[in-house]
């Protein structure tokens, strides 16, 4: 079965920089893209962008054009999702989910990594 | 940057009631890249429907969408006490962006 399985909580100091993983199974991790959504305490999702697992290539949303970078290692079948410069407004549970190529839905999503700025 | 403005913001509904949700996007959209998510608290969102009124995989007929355009609704024709949550529609149309969300909640 599919499975999108992120690494642990985060608390980092504002300036500071994470680095959240993806790790998937139970499909082929090059057939389709991975989205990267946040959601802040109490708030609604805010998407950040996506990879293009088999490429590399990446889309950003306009806000996040300066301070997310996204990768991935075909080997591990994982994605990463770096954030740098953080601010306590970053505070947020990050999740990964995978698109289906078919429907554009994203179909599958990671468990969520909460990462807490705060000095 | 299409935004999808969701109305209402809070829907007060008992179950076996019907639920219709708004969705109205900033400019007119493909039909195939309107989908909606259900949002339980600690939960990963869920997707329902994909391409405005394609259910989803494992999603029960009660939960329909439909719309075109600029203007799409889901609809939950009787609701049932796992229904109670948080649902967002999203395109992905031009960028992908996620309505504001609207909360059902239990009467």
Redesign the interface.
């Known amino acids: 079965q599919v499975q999108l399985v992120q690494s642990g909580t985060e608390v980092k100091k504002p300036g500071a920089s994470v680095k959240v993983s993806c790790r998937a199974s139970g499909y082929t991790f090059t057939a389709n893209y991975l ?1 990267w ?1 946040r959601q802040a305490p109490g708030q ?4 950040m962008g ?1 990879i293009n697992t088999e490429s590399g290539g990446t889309n950003y ?2 806000k996040f054009q300066d301070g997310v970078t996204m990768t991935r290692d075909t080997s591990r079948s994982t994605a990463y999702m770096e954030l740098t410069s953080l601010r306590s407004d970053d505070t947020a549970v990050y ?1 990964c ?1 995978r698109e ?1 190529g078919d ?5 599958f ?4 990594t909460l990462v807490t700025v705060s000095s | ?1 299409i935004v999808l403005t969701q109305s209402p913001g809070t829907l007060s509904l008992s179950p076996g009631e019907r639920a219709t949700l708004s969705c109205r996007a900033s400019q007119s959209i493909g039909s ?2 309107l ?1 909606w ?1 259900q ?1 339980k608290p600690g939960q ?4 329902l429907i ?2 405005a009124s ?1 259910r ?2 494992g999603i029960p007929d009660r939960f329909s969408g439909s719309g075109s355009g600029t203007d799409f609704t889901l609809t939950i024709s009787r609701l049932e006490a796992e229904d109670f949550a948080v649902y ?1 529609c ?1 395109q ?1 149309g031009s ?7 609207t909360k059902v909640e239990i009467k």
Do not use: C, K, N
Request: hydrophobic residues 35%.
């Open positions: 989205h959504v609604g999702l805010e998407w996506w949303a306009q999740y989910a289906d429907s554009f839905g994203l179909d999503w990671g468990q969520g | 940057e195939r890249y989908a998510y949002q990963a969102p869920r997707l994909y391409a394609s989803a995989t967002y999203q992905y960028g992908l962006t996620f309505g504001g969300g």
